[in-house]
């Protein structure tokens, strides 16, 4: 297979491999980064043939993931050595988020009640009685006069409306995917 051809393979399955990455336990963009990294050696290197194009994809990500992480580690090693030669005996840690994760974060928050605001009121109701308040499903059932069967459909919702906003904001799925169909079948 050509430098080309496996080119055309990672564009297929790129989505994949971000999903390997952040599984692995890359952040979000920095899968990306090395992403970006992988596409640039695959596009300047001469590469022998390749026989299994996804698997190649796979390691070579892989490999490209430690050694990012192997990077970043030694980094912060010599970050930390710097600052403990040049603090004196005390220092001062500043635990607070950085103010882009701040940022990140009140965004995110806001995307996250927007997206249950746009639920049923009942549904609402019951996701933030069990995750925020801490209520048990069957007092929430005793409660509004419902099965605990019915406290999970609407947990469910819930759950599945925040898990689509989720896969939108990541870009891997542009519309929510739902196991049935209108005709509630379950899709193929």
Do not use: C
């Amino acid at each position: 297979m050509s430098s080309d051809e496996l080119l055309g393979v990672f564009g297929e399955v790129r989505a994949a491999l971000l999903r390997f990455l952040v599984t692995r336990g890359a952040r979000t963009d920095e899968a990306e980064d090395i992403l970006q990294e992988v596409h640039v050696k695959l596009w300047s290197e001469t590469l022998g043939p390749v026989e299994q194009p996804r698997a190649y994809l796979y390691a070579m990500t892989n490999n490209q993931f430690l050694v990012h992480r192997r990077t970043a580690s030694r980094r912060a090693r010599r970050e930390e050595e710097w600052v403990e030669v040049h603090s004196g005996e005390t220092r001062e840690l500043d635990g607070r988020p950085s103010a882009e994760a701040q940022l990140i974060a009140r965004e995110q928050l806001g995307i996250l009640q927007r997206v249950l605001d746009k639920l049923p009121e009942r549904t609402r109701d019951i996701f933030r009685r069990f995750r925020i308040d801490g209520e048990s499903q069957p007092r929430i059932a005793a409660a509004l006069s419902i099965s605990v069967s019915a406290v999970e459909k609407h947990l469910t919702r819930a759950y599945e409306a925040i898990a689509a906003a989720r896969l939108r904001l990541d870009g891997d799925y542009p519309e929510p995917r739902h196991l049935k169909s209108e005709g509630g079948r379950l899709d193929s």
